[in-house]
């Protein structure tokens, strides 16, 4: 039996990222007899997939991160890498900042087939977001293939005439949809869990980092919270805050109209947004939950999905989101390859908080409506998702034929 073929995954580490999780889930569904992937990563540490990739057959190697100091020596690290191995039949290039200097040297060492992914619509501030721009300016002269997730990621990485020119290829950010279909049970598992039964649950699934604009989220919750307050006043009511304990992180529940916030995910700016909870008041109402293996167990937990970013490619949780059947209101510099459903409302994050704030009251009180005279039951999108482009099983096999000939088709 013929050895299958080997792509490399070029990244950062492999914890629960974006780009890192639709790799891994596109890896869960290949023919592994066919095709096998391997890992370069730029780090020492364990990461979140280092067992389940090595249980599935696949390598890790790695080299150091390139901070741009060490150009040279990061350069040689990459050299002295593909000298020993080039036995790939393609390497994948998902970190953009640097394929320029990693996908020349895998070609000079003999690898038929290289592939740039943009996954990004948007740099980091500050001289970082500088020194991206500079090292990737000429990639699309670099590589053999670029791929992108959506238009404004393309143009981004690449520039506006490779798009223009159809150079660049669409791969939209696939998921197994099934695995993110609405289950009525998982909902009432998890929010029990939390002690978050009766609440209104807004939700949030990405890494702490600039791009997704964590600071302007917590001031829609804020903004969120002070109109519930107004609207009970107005009422002659009284707003009981659920509180959480500090042992079993669950919620007294004293007031069906109370809301609280689940963060998913980590990142370098997480400390930073915590002490930005306790400022603005509202820490007791918002769960920094982490990386959660079973992310999909929390889109059931909650009620409404906000995405203020400022900055993506095409955000993976978005599309899981509606998938299972949350609607979501997201920034309008997100691009529009990923509003696949109605569930989907823009903003402008140069909106004030109070806006978004209003939006999501008016949702919770027009589906409550809907909900007491019977003509809202929520479902899951699965269907419309995978007619979309973005169900990882249809996917696969168009990869594994796209690694196989070299061609997409």
Not at 7 to 18: A, D, F, I, M, Y
Not at 29 to 38: A, E, G, P, T, W
Request: charged share 30%.
């Amino acid at each position: 039996m013929a050895e299958p073929i080997r792509v490399l995954h070029v990244l950062g580490n492999t914890q629960l990222g974006g780009a890192e999780s639709r790799t891994m889930d596109l890896y869960r569904h290949l023919d592994r007899d066919r095709v096998q992937f391997d890992f370069l990563v730029h780090t020492e540490k364990e990461g979140y997939f280092d067992q389940e990739i090595r249980r599935l057959g696949g390598r890790i190697f790695r080299i150091p991160r390139f901070r741009m100091y060490n150009y040279f020596s990061y350069q040689k690290a990459v050299r002295d890498f593909f000298r020993e191995h080039h036995e790939f039949r393609a390497v994948q290039g998902h970190i953009t900042s640097t394929a320029a200097i990693y996908l020349p040297l895998a070609k000079r060492a003999g690898i038929p087939l290289t592939i740039a992914h943009a996954r990004s619509a948007g740099v980091d501030k500050g001289v970082k977001g500088v020194l991206t721009r500079l090292l990737r300016r000429n990639l699309s002269k670099k590589t053999d293939v670029m791929f992108c997730c959506s238009r404004i990621a393309g143009i981004s990485v690449f520039g506006n005439r490779a798009v223009e020119e159809g150079r660049t290829v669409f791969i939209p950010n696939a998921i197994d949809c099934k695995a993110f279909d609405y289950d009525p049970l998982v909902r009432e598992r998890i929010r029990k869990e939390l002690g978050i039964e009766e609440c209104y649950v807004i939700g949030h699934v990405g890494s702490f980092r600039y791009a997704k604009n964590h600071e302007y989220l917590l001031q829609v919750f804020a903004a969120l919270l002070k109109g519930s307050k107004d609207d009970v006043r107005e009422e002659g009511e009284q707003m009981n805050v659920p509180k959480k304990t500090t042992s079993s992180k669950t919620v007294a529940q004293d007031d069906a109209r109370s809301y609280v916030l689940l963060l998913l995910g980590e990142g370098g700016e997480m400390e930073r947004i915590r002490a930005l909870a306790k400022e603005l008041g509202i820490a007791d109402q918002v769960f920094f939950l982490g990386n959660r293996g079973n992310v999909s167990d929390y889109y059931q937990a909650m009620d409404q999905f906000v995405y203020p970013s400022r900055f993506e490619g095409l955000p993976g949780a978005v599309v899981e989101a509606q998938t299972t059947g949350l609607p979501c209101l997201m920034s309008d510099s997100i691009c529009e390859e990923v509003a696949v459903t109605d569930l989907i409302k823009t903003m402008s994050i140069e909106e004030d908080p109070s806006v978004w704030a209003a939006h999501i009251q008016a949702v919770r009180r027009k589906t409550e409506r809907r909900q007491d005279d019977g003509r809202y039951q929520r479902r899951g999108r699965v269907e419309e998702m995978r007619k979309a482009g973005f169900d990882v099983n249809t996917q696969a096999e168009r990869m594994m034929g796209f690694y196989e000939k070299g061609e997409w088709g």
